[in-house]
């Protein structure tokens, strides 16, 4: 099978099944023998057509005569793929490109395809600055959605609250490659002898200016392959994800809960911070997820985490020192990474994980001493999932208090009220929040 016959069987089973795109290519790159290049130039093609449907579909409109929604679901692929690499992909000539997606119709439909997929394509070859897009002076959502390649609810409501500029510009960061972010295990190396480490395999790495112990990078090898991770000289782990680790101020002696800890990446955090010395309590309520947890934490080299099943809206137990929530949310602040969540997420569910997030911050109070300290955390930008919670948090819970995260993190990342808020175009991280609540 070809890299591009491939793109073309997962676009197909991504609709046919939901499964999440990652796990998806994971799973087929497991069944067949390709190599790191054909992996990688899968994975653009297939990761991209996800990222940019509403574009690609846009265009395509523009130049198929009939309903392109009713075609079939391998013309739809194979369409999509090859626009895909006629606009984003300069090393693909665009002969290649169109004489591999001929013959993939022909393949799959006979001739009668083979002729109208090139006569789309060539369509666009010749016409492809002629396109005409929405118009966005008097419909700027729907500009927004179709260009930039976003659903529109969301569009939407990002432009209520932040304006045109702003929303273009967190789109625009959405749509890029995400940066790698290297969390260091300093239990194990410190943040200069890895990044000398790894420049040996030609990965070159700088220091976020927000945490010490993480390095940036725009490339890595197979992490199944690679020395250095496999030793458990680092996490990859977003920086946004680190901060709530540092906002809870881990001591050794503490005894900590991670009420909803998979896969594991805050809790592992936690543990390298305390050098160990902390009694950290890991829960989740999927074994699978319980297990990954645990795999993660044997890489790392760290035996001090106890592993919980559990339901973090039911556990029970008494005098914790300090909590870190990590709730289930939109993730609207992770689109970047996340390819298919875009399209996966709709308005409804915001409402209703925003009920589990406030259980989750309730149940959590019941189980910490007084002087003791909750971090509130979500990887999501939406105020219902985030502030929201928090102010009905605290009007049921008078016991508890703000205190600004400005104390210990930078300003910059630090809202007014004294959350941690950060913002894709903003900040060049994860779009993320997180609240540090204590205890009277």
């Not at 069944?31 to 990761?47: G, H, M, N, R, W």
């Not at 390095?215 to 991770?229: E, G, H, I, V, Y």
């Not at 990446?265 to 009694?279: C, M, P, R, Y």
């Amino acid at each position: 099978m070809t890299p591009r016959q491939l793109v073309i069987k997962l676009l197909d089973r991504l609709d046919q099944i939901n499964a999440f795109a990652d796990l998806l290519l994971e799973s087929e790159f497991r069944k067949c023998e390709l190599t790191d290049p054909d992996k990688a130039l899968v994975q653009e093609i297939f990761f991209g057509v996800i990222r940019w449907r509403n574009r690609l579909n846009w265009i395509i409109k523009n130049f198929y005569r009939g309903d392109f929604d009713k075609s079939p679901r391998f013309i739809q692929s194979i369409l999509q793929s090859s626009l895909y690499q006629l606009n984003f992909m300069d090393k693909i000539p665009d002969y290649a490109a169109i004489n591999e997606a001929v013959e993939l119709a022909k393949l799959n439909g006979g001739h009668y395809w083979g002729k109208k997929i090139n006569a789309i394509l060539r369509s666009f070859q010749r016409n492809r600055h002629q396109i005409k897009w929405p118009d966005y002076q008097t419909n700027p959502g729907k500009y927004i959605s179709v260009y930039y390649s976003h659903p529109r609810w969301m569009v939407d409501r990002w432009l209520n609250r932040m304006g045109t500029e702003e929303t273009i510009a967190l789109c625009k960061a959405n749509n890029k490659v995400p940066e790698l972010s290297l969390r260091v295990n300093k239990l194990k190396t410190s943040t200069t002898a890895l990044k000398k480490l790894l420049s040996q395999f030609n990965v070159q790495t700088t220091r976020s200016i927000h945490i010490e112990n993480f390095l940036l990078t725009d490339r890595l090898p197979n992490l199944n392959q690679f020395a250095p991770f496999q030793h458990g000289l680092f996490s990859i782990q977003d920086t946004s994800a680190g901060l709530p680790c540092i906002l809870l101020t881990p001591q050794p002696d503490d005894k900590i809960i991670d009420l909803c800890a998979a896969p594991g990446g805050k809790t592992s955090f936690l543990a390298e911070l305390t050098s160990e010395q902390a009694k950290i309590f890991s829960i989740d309520l999927n074994i699978s997820r319980i297990n990954l947890i645990r795999q993660n934490l044997k890489r790392l080299g760290l035996k001090s985490v106890q592993l919980i099943q559990a339901d973090g809206t039911q556990f029970s137990c008494q005098n914790i020192d300090k909590i870190i929530v990590d709730a289930p949310c939109s993730g609207l602040g992770v689109l970047s990474k996340r390819v298919d969540l875009r399209w996966k997420r709709i308005p409804d569910q915001i409402k209703e994980l925003s009920q589990l997030q406030l259980t989750l911050l309730t149940n959590a109070a019941k189980l910490l001493r007084s002087g003791g300290v909750i971090v509130y955390c979500t990887c999501t930008i939406e105020p219902e999932e985030n502030e929201h919670i928090v102010k009905k948090f605290l009007y049921e819970h008078n016991d508890f208090h703000i205190e600004s995260a400005s104390r210990y993190v930078s300003e910059e990342i630090t809202s007014p009220e004294g959350y941690i808020y950060t913002f894709p175009h903003r900040h060049g991280m994860d779009g993320s929040f997180a609240v540090r609540l204590v205890k009277v």
